[in-house]
């Protein structure tokens, strides 16, 4: 709306026109941060994750690494999330450091810091994203306690396990939750419920 009206005060007289506000723009933060909760993003501004960084007052200093999840809800598939997987630049290259990532309100960023992730989605009651400590490692039987269990159409006998294994390879799993509920899960992995 800002940039239609910059265009058009070109060639209109600008109070011929007016903006309509829909409503507070917002985004989400939890993790290791100094300040978890939900920032507003001013109407007349768009938000990278700089911003975002500049206005949480940084990463916890303890923290050991500065990645993060956003996690944004698809607009073209109702109940249907995205997952971006981030790093904010180290303090000692650019200051508090961040990058030029565009958040869109309701947007939902979850810093773990020295903590572990794992996200679940799919056929689950409650589809979430959850940390544990990497001396108490995660299996697949937490990771679904952790969304509250299947749904009643799940398929308990094909759950996948999306890993990352470096920038280019990857590797997935299809596994029986009945048979192998104690798989440990890795840092990062995706859990998907058919």
């Known amino acids: 709306a800002r940039d239609v009206m910059t265009e058009l005060s070109k060639s209109h007289r600008f109070d011929e026109y007016s903006f309509v506000k829909f409503g507070k723009r917002y985004v989400d933060v939890a993790g290791t941060i100094p300040r978890s909760g939900r920032y507003e993003i001013p109407m007349d501004e768009d938000w990278s994750m700089m911003n975002l960084l500049m206005n949480i007052d940084g990463i916890t200093a303890a923290a050991k690494r500065r990645e993060y999840l956003l996690i944004r809800k698809a607009w073209e598939f109702t109940n249907t999330k995205l997952f971006i997987r981030g790093e904010a630049l180290p303090e000692d290259i650019a200051g508090i450091g961040g990058d030029d990532l565009l958040l869109f309100s309701g947007d939902l960023v979850l810093f773990p810091g020295s903590k572990e992730l794992v996200y679940v989605f799919g056929a689950v009651r409650h589809p979430t994203c959850f940390t544990f400590l990497s001396e108490f490692p995660a299996t697949l039987e937490i990771a679904v306690e952790q969304a509250g269990g299947f749904t009643e159409k799940a398929q308990k006998h ?4 999306y890993r990352l294994l470096n920038s280019e390879q990857k590797i997935i799993y299809t596994l029986d939750v009945q048979k192998e509920p104690q798989f440990s899960l890795s ?8």
């Open 187 to 194: 840092p990062w992995d995706i859990v998907y419920v058919p």
């Open 158 to 161: 094909a759950v996948n396990v």
